[in-house]
Each structure stands twice: as C-alpha cells, then as structure tokens.
C-alpha cells in the first residue's frame, strides 16, 4: 500500500513553518529594539546627571574656614549620597 502526500499539506507546513519563523523574529527584534531604546534613555539620563553635578555654580570659600585645604596635605573624607537638585 503506497500513502499519497496531498500537494497541499506540504505547502500548509510550509506556511506554518514560515509564519512561526517570522512571529518569533519580529517579537526578538521588539524585544531588542525596546530593550536598546530603554539603554539609550538610562544612558542619556546618567549624562546629564554627570554634567549637572560637575556646574561650578560660583561656591565661595567658607567663611568659617580662613586657611585653604590642600587635599594632598590635609585628610578630608567626603560622602556622596545623590545629586541635589534644589
């Protein structure tokens, strides 16, 4: 007994096959695209935050202080919790 494949059920698979492959591509290349994206805002977020706490914004020397510190001479520690944004 000889089973005949029908034309059409291999051309079904094949289309199957075909959007199951394309499906999966497009959501990894969402998936990418977003995942990219989302760096690129965090990065330009950190950069801007950078720039910001480095403005010199005209601090004077304190007036309690009379003699300048010399950081290589004198120990100074100093403890950095976040940006100020006041």
Same mark, same amino acid.
């Not at 492959?21 to 995942?35: E, K, N, P, Q």
């Not at 009379?66 to 100074?76: A, R």
């Given at each position: 007994? @000889?089973?005949? *494949?029908?034309?059409?059920?291999?051309?079904?698979?094949? &289309?199957?096959? #075909?959007? #199951?492959?394309?499906? *999966?591509?497009?959501?990894? +290349?969402?998936?990418?695209?977003?995942?990219?994206?989302?760096?690129?805002?965090?990065?330009?977020?950190?950069?801007?935050?950078?720039? =910001? $706490?480095?403005?010199? =914004?005209?601090? &004077?020397?304190? @007036?309690?202080?009379?003699? =300048?510190?010399?950081?290589?001479?004198? $120990? +100074?520690? +100093?403890?950095? *919790?976040? @940006?100020? =944004?006041?």
């Amino acid at each position: 007994m @000889v089973l005949k *494949i029908h034309p059409n059920k291999k051309r079904k698979w094949t &289309k199957r096959k #075909t959007r #199951t492959v394309l499906f *999966i591509s497009f959501s990894l +290349i969402c998936l990418l695209a977003g995942t990219a994206a989302y760096g690129v805002i965090i990065y330009k977020k950190a950069e801007t935050v950078l720039v =910001e $706490s480095y403005k010199d =914004e005209g601090r &004077k020397k304190s @007036v309690l202080r009379k003699e =300048e510190v010399h950081p290589l001479k004198d $120990s +100074i520690s +100093i403890l950095f *919790i976040g @940006v100020d =944004e006041s």
